[in-house]
């Protein structure tokens, strides 16, 4: 049995640890098939007009490249670029069409491995726990569906007449700020993180999984693939990744 088989097979024994402890999981490609791109994407389509819906798609489509190279230099630098997309975008709009993207988007993207982990793991009375880049419009269907205790999510920034900045609201949930913010949780709601669990996919991710005493890597990047099994955290690879 290769070494990824046997990190699958302790999925049933990973959360059978006493005490207070959580399980924090990023949400794009850990436990879904998407990334903020895909949202985005949805909402530039079902812009009300024709001119205003090719003319996000087509600079979506045309900045790509970009974006690559933006994530590559860093995560905060790839968010304040692709968020300026969602300047001039309505608050009520982007809520209306959150459950909508939703069902029509992601809840057919949903790993199932991670999903009956969650509901087995929120069974031994662990608290589950979302943390994620993506926006608190998309993430709440996706929360409310899996059960978890609770989330958060990157926030736009809005002016006096409901219409997104382009900016997020602080803090904003990329690279180290996600374990910041795990551990100030932690604190707060008394946990031992030695006994806590974290799941995420990217190389972006590997300050957040270094906080617990139980790192995941699901559907690795190759930066993430190596600091895992340098470390020998278990690897799972879903099915449907």
């Known amino acids: ?36 791109l895909h949202p985005y994407a949805y909402y530039a389509a079902s812009a009300p007009t024709l001119s205003g819906k090719l003319g996000r798609l087509l600079k979506l489509g045309a900045s790509l490249p970009v974006y690559a190279l933006a994530d590559r230099k860093g995560r ?10 969602y300047k001039g975008l309505s608050e009520d709009r982007l809520y209306v069409l959150g459950q909508e993207i939703f069902e029509n988007l992601l ?30 419009t998309v ?6 569906y899996l059960g978890v205790d609770e989330w958060v999510a990157n926030r736009l920034e809005f002016d006096h007449q409901g219409m997104a900045t ?29 006994k806590c669990h974290a799941y995420a996919d990217s190389g972006s991710d590997i ?6 005493g139980h790192p995941v ?14 470390h020998d955290w278990p690897i799972i690879w879903t099915k449907s990744s």
């Open 1 to 36: 049995m290769s070494r990824e088989q046997q990190a699958q097979s302790r999925l049933g024994t990973m959360h059978d640890i006493e005490g207070q402890a959580a399980s924090f999981y990023d949400v794009d490609g850990t436990l879904i098939s998407s990334n903020v």
């Open 76 to 85: 905060k630098l790839f968010n304040d670029l692709f968020y300026m997309n």
């Open 107 to 136: 809840k057919g993207r949903i790993f199932a491995e991670m999903q009956t982990l969650i509901r087995e793991s929120k069974e031994r009375g662990i608290k589950q726990v979302l943390i994620t880049g993506n926006l608190d």
């Open 139 to 144: 993430i709440a269907p996706l929360a409310e």
């Open 166 to 194: 382009g900016h997020l609201l602080p803090p904003v949930f990329a690279g180290p700020q996600k374990a910041y913010w795990v551990k100030e949780y932690a604190q707060q709601h008394n946990l031992d993180l030695n």
């Open 207 to 212: 300050p957040l999984l270094c906080t617990v």
């Open 217 to 230: 890597a699901v559907n690795p990047d190759q930066q993430l693939k190596a600091t895992a099994n340098a």
